[in-house]
């Protein structure tokens, strides 16, 4: 009932901002796509190899809907190299809040299945539903602090029937760099036992350069390239993107 209630809600979102539309509102119109080495997400390594990551986005004052995907163009014999996201987010000064449908199933699952199974036969319906607070302090102070929970969807414990809560805390600095690139040192945690780990854990830690090179007026090409540490895991990333947006 209460996937049902959260797709409702996206639909009666996008609606509504064409509803905006006929009353000759302004509606922006965005789209990028980027083309990454290697997808790594929170620290964990997502198996994609060379990955094409397009989005789609519809925003309308403070608020916005967006699609999020991830195609792995080298390992498609894996099922679980292809995610797609829907985003719906309202954000009023340096806050936001943001309402994220995560999809996993891949190549070969329904995407309609929201069913997740009892602790004896887990059932994993691919869908993850997370709620996200963000703030980010400003120009003076570029600090953006997140919290994010799982709330519904494929995120039951293993050792019983009940809901992990899974959460993932997020702190990270922009840097201004010459050259118009920013440097985004940035560390991720997760306070108690669910998805990410069993217990209260430092996820991920990364150092980011970023650049935006303008194309034209309407056109810009992002790149980037991120260093991660995921001290769980022991393992250690460099990955590198590049995109064209709108």
């Known amino acids: 009932m209460k996937t049902r209630i959260i797709i409702t809600s996206m639909m009666g979102a996008a609606l509504t901002l064409s509803s905006a539309a006929s009353a000759q509102e302004k509606i ?12 790594v997400w929170r620290g964990m390594d997502q198996n994609s190899g060379f990955s094409v990551q397009p989005t789609l986005g519809l925003s309308y004052k403070g608020l916005s809907l967006s699609a ?14 292809q995610e797609l996201d829907l985003n719906l987010s309202y954000s009023i000064g ?23 199974g009892p602790a004896d036969n887990p059932v ?20 953006t602090l997140s919290w994010s929970t799982w709330f519904a969807g494929a995120d039951v414990r293993t050792d ?4 992990s809560y899974s959460t993932y805390i997020n702190a990270s600095y ?9 440097l985004t040192p940035s560390v991720g945690f997760t306070p108690w036992q669910g998805y990410y780990n069993g217990k209260a854990v430092i ?29 769980i895991n022991d393992h250690v990333y460099l990955v590198a993107g590049v995109g064209i947006g709108f």
């Not at 922006?28 to 997808?39: E, F, H, Q, R, S």
């Not at 150092?207 to 260093?227: E, N, T």
Request: net charge negative; with cysteine.
């Open 28 to 39: 922006t119109v965005n789209g990028n796509i980027d083309l990454v080495n290697n997808y």
């Open 94 to 116: 340096g806050l936001s809040a943001t309402l994220t449908d995560y999809w996993w199933g891949g190549l070969h699952s329904p995407y309609g299945y929201y069913k997740q």
């Open 203 to 231: 996820t991920d830690i990364s150092l980011k350069a970023s650049k935006d090179v303008a194309l034209s007026d309407k056109l810009a090409m992002p790149v980037f390239v991120q260093a991660i540490a995921s001290p």
């Open 124 to 143: 994993d319906g691919g869908h993850h539903f997370e709620a996200t607070l963000a703030y980010s302090f400003g120009d003076k102070l570029p600090l």
């Open 174 to 182: 922009d840097i201004a760099c010459p050259g118009d690139v920013t």
């Open 68 to 81: 999020w995907g991830s195609q792995s163009l080298t390992n498609n014999a894996d099922r679980d190299v």
């Open 160 to 163: 019983s029937d009940k809901r």
